[in-house]
């Protein structure tokens, strides 16, 4: 927005942080930084007024009498000169303040144009195609996606899209990496209503109104959830019972989640054993609520039977900002899907529940969670196998109902930690994801949510947006200026740019993030934590 | 007593005391305070210049407006200083006369 063109660091426009959020302003993170230092000023300004009038009131002279080094004549210089700041900086921070409404505006008016025109189109559309085609619209997206991602990953044929369009997508990666596209998908995905309603003879208008109200009967939830049942039919999609085994740790232990002599096993209802010794969790008995046993008496000495002996970790330092948070959140290489790090005392501790994207993303025969079964389903509103893994892990690792807890997650991490935190099954103290698939999902009043996305990353514009949305969006396109890798399928979304971008949200100014590292120091304190590490399988 | 300007200490009344110089130090401590405040506010201010990538006339004027404010602030500091001066100067006065 404001750097030079063509540079590739992060000084050039791809290290321009946009934030939206919090009514219609939406600016650049030094915009904002800039507007609270100006307010900063004329809140002190005030101060320096009223310490002036202490000092006058001790007594100055009669203003009659005056010479230009008396302390009368002085004061009197320093009381104008100090009003004349409150009023100019006053004015600057209105003026900057009245920018970022105009560009929020603006920026709504696009959406506004775009959502209309799209909406038009998917009503017109809708009159001509299956409603049931129509129905599975936005999940087909992810299924798209991870056909994609599949084939280009594995060799594999991609079974939703065709080869021909995959080749040429790959042919040309600017297409799906492009700040363009991502807000036509956007438009689509909010579109799907008016696309059904026309199908069904719904004349525009109406359609549009209805759309507009969020009422219609095929938003993003309603049809992944039709998308589930007609996948399920064919095979496809399945759920499965999860079992979450500890593969790393900090303190020696290893364990299995959900095994209630272990884990104190509140709500846990097993429903079987598995071969390696874990017990089983049918998908209905989540969430886990109730308290487990606290750290170093959850979980036995010893790795359970058939289990595989956890990897010894280092005692985590207290992460202190985004990119330590960014760097944290688990890969393959890890060996799990969720890390949990535990600071404070073990009577009074705090939780870091760092949850990975999508590892899986064919549609069928995968024992891994995170595969695309979990990302319809969460779409769906419905408990994925992901999301009851996460719940597992953090029962055996000790969170307690009640205890504080900060999830951090990229990509499908980012709707499930939207889900723990919308649902209640943790005491969030705060949320940040990294890539994350948009979500209208309410989050309690006045918690501190920052949602990381790349302009370019198509994932996040896989979700619903709501109207009145909390989050702090902070934006930033990771490609700007620089060719986009030919030999990586969605680059933008992948969590090594979020890294790279998290570093630059540490150095933003931006009074919002600026208060969350602050918060974020609160949370873990100056003393290193506990870490264990956890990997989930499904298990049929 | 005489001062300077002779307005200095106007409650005086030719007799310099305890009391006096007492409200002389406050006036002193408060004068300080908020210059160093007004010290500290310039140098943020200084510090966050928008810097050569604002190129449009808005961005121009917005710089403009920000050079204007900093003025604003150092005419205060120098009063602020002034003022802190004409004090000591009161001070010593007062205890010259002591």
């Known amino acids: 927005m404001t750097g030079p063109h063509g540079d590739p660091g992060p000084g050039g426009p791809g290290g321009t942080l946009t934030v939206s959020g919090g009514g219609i302003r939406v600016a650049t993170d030094t915009v904002f930084a800039e507007m609270a230092a100006l307010r900063l000023l004329q809140g002190e300004a005030g101060h320096w007024q009223a310490q002036i009038g202490r000092v006058r009131s001790l007594g100055v002279g009669p203003a009659p009498a005056w010479q230009p080094e008396d302390l009368g004549a002085c004061v009197f210089g320093a009381s104008v000169a100090i009003d004349a700041v409150a009023e100019r900086s006053g004015q600057l921070a209105d003026a900057l303040e009245q920018a970022a409404a105009e560009y929020g505006r603006l920026e709504n008016g696009l959406d506004t144009v775009l959502r209309g025109t799209g909406a038009w189109m998917a009503h017109t559309l809708g009159v001509l195609a299956p409603v049931l085609a129509l129905a599975v619209a936005t999940p087909l997206a992810y299924l798209a996606a991870g056909s994609l991602l599949s084939s280009a990953a594995l060799g594999r044929t991609p079974s939703v899209v065709p080869p021909w369009f995959t080749d040429w997508l790959r042919e040309n990666p600017r297409l799906l990496t492009n700040p363009a596209t991502v807000a036509m998908v956007r438009a689509l995905v909010s579109t799907a209503d008016e696309a059904v309603l026309g199908r069904l003879g719904v004349p525009y208008p109406v359609a549009a109104v209805v759309g507009d109200e969020g009422v219609g009967p095929l938003g993003a939830e309603s049809s992944a959830f039709g998308l589930l049942v007609a996948a399920r039919a064919a095979g496809m999609l399945r759920e499965s019972p999860v079992r979450v085994s500890q593969v790393g740790s900090s303190t020696g232990a290893a364990g299995v989640a959900g095994d209630p002599a272990r884990a104190g096993g509140v709500g846990v209802r097993p429903t079987g054993t598995g071969a390696a010794g874990g017990a089983l969790v049918a998908p209905p008995t989540v969430p886990l609520r109730g308290p487990a046993t606290r750290p170093g008496t959850r979980l036995a000495p010893a790795p359970a039977a058939g289990t595989s002996p956890a990897a010894e970790l280092a005692p985590p330092g207290p992460p202190t900002g985004f990119a330590d948070l960014a760097d944290r959140i688990p890969t393959e290489e890890d060996g799990g899907q969720v890390r949990i790090e535990r600071y404070g005392d073990p009577e009074h501790p705090s939780w870091l529940v760092y949850i990975g994207g999508t590892v899986e993303w064919s549609p069928t025969g995968s024992t891994e969670p995170w595969d695309m079964a979990s990302n319809v389903a969460a779409v769906a509103g419905q408990e994925a196998g992901s999301y009851r893994a996460v719940l597992q892990a953090m029962q055996a690792a000790g969170v307690q109902p009640g205890d504080p807890v900060l999830p951090v997650a990229h990509s499908q991490g980012g709707l499930i930690a939207n889900q723990l935190v919308s649902r209640g099954d943790v005491n969030a103290v705060g949320m940040l994801t990294f890539g994350a698939p948009e979500t209208d999902l309410p989050l309690p009043d006045g918690l501190p949510a920052i949602a990381v996305e790349h302009a370019d990353d198509i994932v996040p514009a896989l979700g619903p947006r709501a109207d009145e949305d909390q989050r702090l969006y902070v934006r930033r396109e990771l490609f700007a200026g620089r060719e986009v890798p030919a030999a990586e399928t969605l680059p933008a979304h992948q969590l090594v740019g979020y890294r790279e971008t998290a570093r630059l949200v540490d150095d933003s100014p931006e009074p919002r993030l600026v208060a969350f590292r602050a918060q974020l120091d609160t949370i873990v304190g100056t003393t290193p934590g506990e870490q264990t590490v956890w990997r989930a399988e499904r298990v049929d | ?98």
Do not use: C, N
């Open chain 2, 1 to 98: 007593m005489e001062s300077a300007g002779g307005s200095i200490l106007p409650e005086v009344d030719g007799g310099a005391d305890a009391e006096t110089l007492a409200r002389l130090r406050e006036q002193r401590r408060l004068l300080r305070g908020v210059r160093d405040a007004v010290e500290a506010s310039g140098r943020r201010l200084a510090g966050q210049d928008a810097g050569p990538d604002w190129r449009s006339p808005a961005q121009r004027a917005y710089g403009t407006g920000l050079g204007d404010l900093g003025a604003t602030l150092h005419g205060a500091w120098r009063a602020l200083d002034d003022a802190l001066w004409a004090v000591d100067a009161a001070i010593d006065r007062v205890k010259a006369a002591l």
